[in-house]
Every structure is written in C-alpha cells, then in structure tokens.
C-alpha cells in the first residue's frame, strides 16, 4: 500500500530564514503532488501542485521540486514569517484519489 | 462566493449510535469527497462521488456510507459509532473529478466526539 512520509519532527526556524520540508513517498508513481496548508482546527488549503513532468514549480515565496526517481518532493518557504507556522501537508496523487502525509509542523520564531 | 459548508460543526454522540453529515460543495463543483482526520495525523481518505456516484472508496468499514444528491451537496452516515470514530471529518470538492490544477477546495470540518 502507499506509504507517505513527512519530516518526523516538527520544524522551528527563524523568521527570515528558509524553510524546508521534505515529502517522501513508496509503492505508487503518482501524477502529480499537492501540497495544503492546515491551520489547527481548519480545513487544508491547496498551495501547490507539481506534476510528474515538472521538476519546479514556485509561487510567491514557495517553491516546490518534484524527483519521480527518488520519489521525493522538497517544499520551500523563502523568508519565511511568524503568518507562514501551520502544518503542511504533501499529497501524491494519482487519478482521482490522494492520500496525504502525516503533516510537518512549522514555527516561524520572531 | 461560499466555500465548502459543512453542518454540524461539532458534535457529539454515544457509541453504537449513527451519525449523518452534511456537507455543501462550491457551487459549480461536482465532486465531493469525504476525508477522516484524527489527531496529529494527515486526513485519510473515506468517499469521492463526483456526478452523484462513488467514483471511490478508501480503506475504511462498511459502517462508512455516502451519497452525493442531485445538487452535488452530500451526506456522511457511520453507524454503530465506536470510539476510535471521533475525528475531524473533512469535505472537499472541486470542479473536476481529479482536481486539476486548483486542487481540492476543504471545508472547515465537522469534530465528531463519540463518548
């Protein structure tokens, strides 16, 4: 079955700094990979998505890699602030049903 | 324009009883899928409907049933509630049956507490 693994531990940085987070995944070759945004009590919210295609794809201060080899994606926040701490969520996809990680917890410390 | 609405927001119910959710797509959207999310995990995967049949179905108990109605809003039942039922339950919809480049609009969940 697929497996989805996210940075284990939580992740504390500087305001200003940026962020990585990691996004792994096994058994399946999905299409394309989402990645959401959860605030605690809320909904994800869509950010991103890279097709299999794709190595790169940014938006504002976000930058997202794909690598089908290593089955990998990387999720970058540049000069990150305090508003970016959540709970980011990677979700590889293939067809019409996606299964997410387990999440990666961000600080963004003042 | 209204997000994805869910109804209840809260609430809580005795084990062995059945609960119905609710849930309101984006107007326009016509898939609806139901996700299950306890406590510092990611959500899993219970239904997707898209045009009013399940197109799928995660890993979860027969207790797990959906519909979707012909103005695309859709309802969660789990009978015979059992503890490990307490969660958030999570519904999001899109235009598209597989999202497409816009991803999956979420609603705010409905906290289900089985006591």
């Known amino acids: 079955s697929q497996k989805i693994e996210q940075n284990s531990e939580a992740l504390n940085i500087q305001e200003g700094k940026t962020a990585t987070l990691t996004c792994n995944y096994t058994?399946?070759?999905?299409?394309?990979l989402q990645w959401y945004r959860q605030d605690p009590g809320r909904g994800p919210v869509f950010l991103l998505l890279?097709?299999?295609?794709?190595k790169e794809k940014r938006k504002e201060r976000l930058k997202v890699t794909f690598d089908t080899t290593l089955k990998q994606s990387l999720f970058h926040i540049t000069a990150s602030q305090p508003a970016d701490s959540a709970t980011y969520l990677c979700a590889p996809t293939l067809g019409n049903q996606f299964y997410f990680g387990t999440g990666t917890s961000l600080t963004v410390i003042p | 324009d209204a997000g994805v609405t869910q109804s209840p927001t809260h609430l809580i119910k005795t084990r062995g009883q059945h609960v119905t959710l609710r849930c309101s797509p984006i107007?326009?959207?016509?898939?609806v899928s139901w996700y299950q999310q306890v406590l510092g995990q990611g959500p899993q995967f219970i239904f997707q409907y898209y045009e009013k049949e399940e197109r799928g179905r995660g890993n979860f108990p027969d207790r797990f049933s959906a519909r979707q109605f012909p103005n695309y809003s859709s309802e969660l039942n789990v009978n015979a509630l059992l503890l490990g039922d307490s969660a958030l339950y999570l519904c999001?919809?899109?235009?598209?049956?597989?999202?497409?480049?816009?991803?999956?609009?979420f609603g705010s969940g409905t906290r289900l507490t089985v006591v």
């Open positions: 058994n399946y070759s999905p299409a394309y």
């Open positions: 107007s326009g959207h016509k898939s």
């Open positions: 999001a919809s899109s235009a598209q049956q597989t999202g497409g480049i816009y991803g999956y609009t």
């Open positions: 890279i097709r299999e295609n794709e």
